[in-house]
């Protein structure tokens, strides 16, 4: 069973900035696409941004769309997002999730992808 530890999880002023990153015992091979999903209490899961299964596309919410940035980093099977102009509707919990052969699109318009773990606490204060 993969293991996957997450950090950078935390409470932020609105207009801040975080850095999550969530490093697996072995990311999925080159089938798989990954990306951050994220879930408010009381609300339906949102994929945040995906990256299609052969790297060649990234997809973005429109809520998230110009202020977050994901990364990956295949030596370090670490997955990033970068998160900036943070906004109170930005907290949540996030989560990595990955899933075989998905565009980045398709992944973040999943409503049950394959989350990694238990996931990171974000909020962001007004």
């Known amino acids: 069973q993969v293991q996957v530890v997450y950090s950078g999880g935390g409470l932020v002023q609105a207009g801040g900035s975080l850095r999550l990153s969530c490093t697996a015992s072995?990311?999925?091979?080159?089938?798989?696409?990954v990306g951050w999903f994220r879930q408010a209490p009381g609300k339906e899961p949102e994929g945040v941004s995906c990256?299609?299964?052969?790297?060649?596309?990234?997809y973005y919410s429109d809520s998230v769309k110009g202020r977050f940035t994901i990364s990956r980093d295949g030596a370090k099977n670490t997955l990033y997002l970068q998160m900036n102009s943070l906004k109170s509707e930005d907290t949540a919990m996030y989560y990595c999730?990955?899933?075989?052969?998905?565009?980045?699109?398709?992944?973040?318009?999943?409503?049950?992808?394959?989350?990694w773990g238990q996931g990171t606490q974000v909020t962001v204060s007004s």
């Open positions: 990256i299609s299964w052969n790297g060649g596309t990234t």
């Open positions: 999730a990955s899933e075989r052969y998905k565009s980045g699109y398709n992944m973040c318009r999943m409503t049950t992808p394959n989350y």
């Open positions: 072995a990311l999925p091979g080159d089938t798989y696409a």
